[in-house]
C-alpha cells in the first residue's frame, strides 16, 4: 500500500498545471470532441467491454501524466499483491480476496502460505448440491412443498451486490423462484414482504459475516417468530451464510443448511461469493451464477494483465482522480440506458463510497487529497427527465454512461417516429453525451447551455451472465485502483460504527423505557430526547 501523498510524485504537480490548461476555453469538450482521431486514443476494449471516454475533458498529454501516476504509485503491482493473498488491508491485517471466488484456473493463491482455493472451491460445490436439490424438490419446507419464495435477510454488502445482478438477470431466473430482500430494519420492509410470499414455500437465507449486524438479527427474529407461528419447522425453511466458525454455525440455531463466508472478502466485494452464491444460485440456476463467475474472472485478468494505457477499469479510475481532484468534480453519476441495470448505481454507490470514503492513508497520516466520490444514479431515460436538468444547466458532475446494443427483447419492432424503442433509447444516450460536452449558444440566458460537462460511455454487446460479471468486476477494479492512487485502504469501513455505537445507547434506553412507563431517557441528549417521547406518545 502507499505511504506516501500525491503531492510527493513530481507527476502530480505537472497533472495541476496540465488542469489549469484544460480549463481554458480553447479545450473546451465542444473543440475537443471534434478533434481528427478522437476516438483513436479515447477508445478502449477489453474483456468483452467497450469503454469510450472521447467526452472526457483531457488530450493526450492529460492521458499521458495520469499514466505516469500510476506508474509512479505502482498500481497495478499493488493489484497484483492483492490477488496474490498478501495482506493488503494493512488496518485489519488481513487480505482481501474476492477474486478467489471467481477463479478457475487451478492455480493456487496462498494467503498465510496456505492455498484458500480449495476451501473456496469447496463452498462452490456445497452451494451446487444443495441448489441441485432444492430445483428437484429433494429438499421441500416442513410441508413437503416445494420452494418457491426466496427471502434474503442482510443489509448492506449482505444484499446491494446481489439484488444488482439478481435484477439485470431477473429474466433467466428459474420459473418458480421469486426474490426478495429484507434488508431494512423498517417494518414496512417485513410487512410488504410477509403479505406476498407463501410461509410453507419460503426459504429465508440469513447472512451476515458476524451474526451480531442489529438490523439483520431483528429481522431474522420476527422471520423466526412468524414461521413459529404458522406452525412451521424453523430447520426446515432457514439457510446461514456467515463466518466460518461463527456463531450462526452453531448447532442451536435452527437451519436447513449453513455456508461459510470468508474473513478476507469484504460484504461490498462478496458478490461472488457465498453471500450472493446462495441466494443467486437458487434464483438463476447454477449453471448462470457459474457463467456470471466467469465473466467477472475475466476483468478480473484484464485488470491484473493489461498495461496501463489499455486497462479499462485502471483508465476509469485515472478519470475519476482527474475530475474529482484535479477538475474539482465532487459527485458522479452512473447512467444504464437498460431498466435490467437499475440496481447498479445502488450497489456501486455502496462499492465506491464505503471503500474510498476515506480521511487517511493506509498508513494512517491524514489525506492531503481527499479521497472518495459521491455516486448516484438511475436508469436512462428516466434520469433524464429526473435530474439532467441540473446536469445540463445546474453544478455539473461527469457521468458514467452504460449501453446495451442487444436488448432482451429483441421482437418488439413496433416503430414511433420511424424508430423502435431500443433505437429511442440509444439515440437518447448518444444526444445526452454530446448534449453535455457541446451544449448550446442561446442569446436568452435561461436557454443557454454552457457544454463542457464530461462522461464515459460503457458499452455491453447484451445482458448476459459473462457481461454482468465482467461489469461487475470492472466497478470492483475501477474502486480498488482509485484507492490505489489515492492511497487510502478500500476494505476497511470503520466510518460504519460510529452511527451503530450512538444507536447502542439509545437502544438502551428505549430497552429500560419498555419496562419502566415512568423513565425519562433522561441520558439522552436533548434532540434524541424529544424524538425518543415522541416515538413513546404515539403523536408527531
Not at 497533472?15 to 478502449?44: F, G, S, V, W, Y
Not at 444460485?281 to 449453471?287: A, I, K, M, T, V
Not at 470492472?474 to 451503530?500: H, I, R
Request: charged share 20%.
Amino acid at each position: 500500500m502507499n505511504t506516501k501523498q500525491l503531492k510527493d510524485y513530481p507527476v502530480w504537480e505537472k497533472l495541476k498545471q496540465q488542469a489549469e490548461i484544460m480549463k481554458q476555453p480553447e479545450n473546451h469538450l465542444k473543440h475537443l470532441i471534434l478533434k481528427r482521431n478522437r476516438l483513436d486514443t479515447c477508445l478502449l476494449k477489453g474483456a468483452g467491454m467497450l469503454y469510450d471516454f472521447s467526452h472526457q475533458r483531457i488530450d493526450e498529454r492529460t492521458m499521458r501524466l495520469l499514466f505516469k501516476l500510476a506508474e509512479s504509485r505502482k498500481i497495478r503491482a499493488s493489484f497484483t499483491s492483492m490477488v496474490s493473498g498478501e495482506s493488503i488491508n494493512v488496518t485489519e491485517e488481513r487480505a482481501a480476496l474476492h477474486t478467489a471466488c471467481r477463479k478457475f484456473s487451478g492455480d493456487p493463491v496462498f494467503m498465510d502460505g496456505k492455498d484458500i482455493m480449495p476451501d473456496i472451491r469447496n463452498v462452490r460445490d456445497q452451494i451446487k448440491g444443495f441448489v441441485s436439490q432444492i430445483h428437484s424438490a429433494a429438499l421441500t419446507g416442513s410441508t413437503g412443498k416445494a420452494f418457491r419464495h426466496l427471502v434474503v435477510i442482510g443489509i448492506g454488502g449482505s444484499y446491494l451486490g446481489t439484488e444488482f445482478v439478481s435484477c439485470a438477470l431477473q429474466e433467466q431466473a428459474i420459473s418458480r423462484m421469486k426474490l426478495y430482500f429484507l434488508s431494512n430494519v423498517d417494518i414496512h420492509n417485513f410487512g410488504r414482504i410477509v403479505s406476498e410470499i407463501e410461509p410453507e414455500t419460503t426459504l429465508w437465507i440469513v447472512i451476515s459475516k458476524s451474526f451480531t449486524t442489529p438490523e439483520t438479527l431483528a429481522n431474522a427474529r420476527l422471520a423466526y417468530e412468524f414461521m413459529e407461528k404458522k406452525g412451521l419447522a424453523l430447520k426446515k425453511h432457514f439457510v446461514i451464510v456467515t463466518r466460518k466458525g461463527g456463531p450462526g454455525h452453531h448447532p442451536a440455531t435452527p437451519k436447513l443448511a449453513s455456508f461459510d463466508m470468508f474473513d478476507f472478502i469484504g460484504g461490498r466485494y462478496s458478490v461472488t461469493s457465498a453471500v450472493g452464491g446462495v441466494p443467486l444460485s437458487l434464483y438463476l440456476g447454477n449453471e448462470t451464477f457459474e457463467r456470471f463467475l466467469k465473466g467477472a474472472e475475466e476483468m478480473d485478468r484484464h485488470a491484473e494483465e493489461t498495461p496501463v494505457s489499455k486497462n479499462l477499469p485502471l483508465v476509469a479510475a485515472l478519470l475519476s482522480v482527474w475530475n474529482n481532484n484535479l477538475l474539482g468534480y465532487p459527485a458522479q453519476a452512473i447512467i444504464p440506458y437498460a431498466s435490467p441495470l437499475r440496481k447498479l448505481a445502488p450497489h456501486i454507490q455502496q462499492l465506491g463510497m464505503e471503500s474510498n470514503g476515506k480521511q487517511v492513508l493506509a498508513a494512517g497520516d491524514r489525506l492531503d487529497e481527499p479521497a472518495g466520490t459521491i455516486i448516484f444514479g438511475e436508469p436512462g431515460t428516466n434520469a433524464q427527465h429526473s435530474f439532467f436538468q441540473l446536469a445540463h444547466q445546474g453544478r455539473p458532475f461527469p457521468i458514467e454512461f452504460v449501453g446495451v446494443i442487444h436488448p432482451r427483447y429483441p421482437q418488439y419492432l413496433d416503430s414511433s417516429k420511424g424508430v423502435t424503442n431500443h433505437q429511442e433509447l440509444w439515440a437518447n444516450l448518444i444526444a445526452q453525451a454530446t448534449a453535455l460536452a457541446a451544449g448550446r449558444e442561446d442569446g436568452s440566458p435561461a436557454r443557454h447551455f454552457p457544454g463542457n460537462r464530461p462522461s464515459s460511455t460503457i458499452v455491453l454487446a447484451d445482458l448476459s451472465p459473462e457481461n454482468i460479471g465482467r461489469l461487475l468486476a470492472f466497478y470492483e477494479a475501477k474502486t480498488v485502483f482509485e484507492a490505489f492512487l489515492w492511497g487510502n485502504n478500500p476494505f476497511d469501513q470503520f466510518g460504519v460504527e460510529l452511527g451503530k455505537t450512538v444507536a447502542d445507547d439509545i437502544r438502551q434506553e428505549i430497552l429500560t423505557r419498555n419496562g419502566n412507563e415512568n423513565y425519562g431517557f433522561s441520558k439522552s441528549d436533548q434532540i434524541a430526547r424529544y424524538y425518543l417521547e415522541t416515538l413513546f406518545s404515539g403523536q408527531p
